[in-house]
């Protein structure tokens, strides 16, 4: 975990909640020098539960659909069969919803509109942003959660290597910024 904004506990008895980054591939280092990841998973919002090894709900931004299998590696058995796991894929078409299976456990891959997380996951649930202001971000993160746990939403179901044909080129996320 990189990057926290949020790392604790929040307002529901025995959740923890984290907002920040998470690394999925390290730079190779020299001598005792801090590289970034070469690749991570941004814009992350999870939650968990004291005690329990699995996470039920987890979302962030991937440049890549095809990360998805180093998200599924690094984290391993944390992920459950039941859990609510929204990723947002940079490089599938705009239009496009799709629910993943891989690792035991099952993704919805959703596009992203030059948007934050956030803000996508919160148009997704119907949650009102207005509402959200007067909390804290331990309070955002138990009503984002509160929420995704109870998504009930179905899109197409593919398989990991149908989702690698279809995802587009990686997108330069520097590319036209000003100096």
Known sequence: MLNAVFK??????????FRGDIALKFAQQFAD?????????????????EGEQQIPFLTGFLLSFEY???LADVMG??????????LFCDNIDLSKKYQVQYGGATFYILPIDEATVYNELLELLYL???ELKKFDTA???DAVADA???FTG???EITFEEGLKLMGPIRNLYENRPV
């Not at 020098?33 to 539960?49: G, K, N, T």
């Open 8 to 17: 604790g506990p929040t307002h529901k008895a025995d959740r923890v909640g």
């Open 33 to 49: 020098e801090a590289r970034p990841p070469e690749i991570s998973m941004d814009q992350v919002i999870a939650a968990a539960h």
């Open 68 to 70: 998805l299998k180093l």
């Open 77 to 86: 058995e944390a992920l459950s069969p039941t859990g609510k796991y929204f």
């Open 128 to 130: 009102e942003k207005t």
């Open 139 to 141: 309070g955002k993160v």
């Open 148 to 150: 995704a746990l109870k």
């Open 154 to 156: 179905k899109f197409p």
